[in-house]
């Protein structure tokens, strides 16, 4: 089946913590997201990639790091800098191509707690 | 980057039809609508594109009129399942990043 995996599904970090949530895709995308979902709000972007080795920052990246080694691969990093990181991180991924309109395909999400 | 305007939330009833408009006066010209569909503690999924006129899927239609302004996401028979939240975006079709997923519209469907 293709599609895109976010792993795990609940994640809790302690103070002063950092955690990286996992988010493959084997869709052979070339452009990749994440977003932060508060409760009742919308989704707001922190990072995207559009190739290997490059990443930009979204709206909200401060206190988030990212890499993209892999086309398949674009972990998210939450660092102690995040001070309210209580949310639920979402992935997508699109092919970046004319014919796909930007048309965003998305993971099931990790509910990040803090203990 | 277009802004979009939708209502915070309807209220249906089983059977009915469901028409969601979403207000976008700032398009631009290369810029596609699309709808997605969120249920609570899932990822947004794609139900319908368009540019201009009326698309139609299996699921639901998107009607836009000439000036394109505004898009209405219609939704035939709802059922219990079709609650959710519904989100409209507004962005170009190829090398663009930052979209703007807004607060959506919160649709409840009684019984």
Known sequence: DGGITQSPKYLFRKEGQNVTLSCEQNLNHDAMYWYRQDPGQ??????????????QK?????????????????????????KNPTAFYLCASNRGTVLA??????GAGTRLSVL | LAKTTQPISMDSYEG????ITCSHNNIATNDYITWYQQFPSQ?????????????????????????????????????????????????????????YFGSGTKLNVKP
Do not use: H, M, W
Not at chain 1, 42 to 55: A, E, K, P, T
Not at chain 1, 74 to 81: C, H
Not at chain 2, 64 to 69: L, Q
């Open chain 1, 101 to 106: 309109k930007n048309i965003q395909y998305f």
């Open chain 2, 16 to 19: 009915q039809e469901v028409n």
């Open chain 1, 58 to 82: 979204g709206d909200i990246a401060e206190g988030y790091s990212v890499s993209r080694e892999k086309k398949e691969s674009f972990p998210l990093t939450v660092t102690s800098a995040q």
């Open chain 2, 43 to 99: 990822g947004p999924r794609f139900i319908i594109q368009g540019y201009k006129t009326k698309v139609t899927n299996e699921v639901a239609s998107l009607f836009i009129p000439a000036d394109r302004k505004s898009s209405t996401l219609s939704l035939p028979r709802v059922s219990l399942s079709d609650t959710a939240v519904y989100y409209c975006l507004v962005a170009p079709g190829v090398n663009f990043n930052k979209f």
């Open chain 1, 42 to 55: 919308g989704l707001r972007l922190i990072y995207y990639s559009q190739i290997v080795n490059d990443f």
